[in-house]
């Protein structure tokens, strides 16, 4: 009898060990055809991912042309080494780019400068942000039927940038050369209704921003900004007849909507954007048209 319960008692030890170690090597090499994707996402390191694989990440941001545009795709590369996708998308406005954003159907932008940002979001109720600055294009004053301030006719015709920012940013500049009078010069959404003195008469004609180069040929002088400048084949540095001086408080920056400042692909690009790659990028191509930021 106890030998029969000695011989039970062995079988049961022998079987349950064998039954442990067969669960423990189940649960810890699966075959690699059965384990899902999600599974090979975990097993893989997070910075090895290979550009076109599960794990990359598409950022898509909208932006000006020029610059804007051709400083984005210096980071294309940079960031394609951390797994995210840049996808740059050129707008010629200064409307959509936001909404975009806004909507969701881009995940940044960059066109701005903080005042217009500021307006934009009081002006039609959206919840942008800032998340870095990265270059300042100085406004300038560009020759069209008078060759020099000093040129301009009495009744002679001003085109302005005609968004409340850029607007007053270029009165400002009017009144930094002397050619006009603000009734208070730290009005940054002055208009022309904001002049106290007008000695030469002028006539302001308002204009979208992106469509001042175009008409050059019809007023005196212009008030162009730098991006809309260097895409009409202007250089601010050489053409223009005044420009903002280089302290200009209009830093032009990244934009997210707000809740995503720290999105690890946006913190990326902001990296990116403020490398040394990106400042020499800057300053070797643009001459002082445009000028790095951080």
Excluded: W
């Amino acid at each position: 009898m106890k030998k029969k319960i000695f011989a039970l008692s062995l079988a049961l030890i022998l079987a349950l060990s064998l039954a442990a170690c067969g669960g423990k090597d189940s649960g810890g090499s699966a075959p690699a055809d059965t384990q899902t994707p999600a599974d090979s996402a975990d097993s893989a390191p997070e910075d090895s991912a290979p550009a076109g694989s599960a794990e990359t990440v598409k950022l898509s941001v909208a932006a000006s042309p020029t610059p804007h545009a051709e400083i984005l795709k210096q980071c294309v590369d940079i960031l394609k080494e951390q797994g995210i996708e840049l996808v740059v998308n050129e707008y010629a406005d200064y409307v959509v780019p936001n909404t975009a954003v806004e909507d969701g159907d881009e995940d940044a932008n960059y066109f701005q400068h903080v005042p217009y940002l500021d307006d934009f979001n009081a002006e039609r109720g959206t919840h942008l942000v800032s998340v870095a600055g990265v270059h300042v294009e100085p406004m300038g004053l560009y020759a069209g039927k008078s060759d020099s301030l000093d040129a301009i006719p009495d009744g002679g015709k001003v085109a302005l940038p005609n968004d409340a920012t850029n607007e007053g940013r270029a009165l400002l500049l009017l009144e930094a050369q002397g050619i006009i009078k603000l009734t208070d010069s730290s009005n940054l959404a002055a208009t022309p209704k904001d002049i106290a003195e007008n000695p030469k008469n002028l006539e302001f004609v308002e204009l979208e921003a992106a469509n001042v180069p175009a008409n050059l040929d019809e007023v005196d002088i212009a008030a162009i900004n730098s991006n809309y400048a260097l895409g009409a084949g202007l250089n601010p540095v050489e053409d223009a007849l005044a420009i903002e001086a280089s302290d200009s408080p209009y830093v032009n920056i990244l934009v997210v909507k707000e809740g995503n400042e720290n999105n690890e692909a946006v913190q990326a690009l902001v990296k990116a954007l403020q490398s040394d790659t990106v400042k020499d990028y800057i300053n070797n191509t643009f001459g002082g048209a445009v000028v790095p930021a951080f």
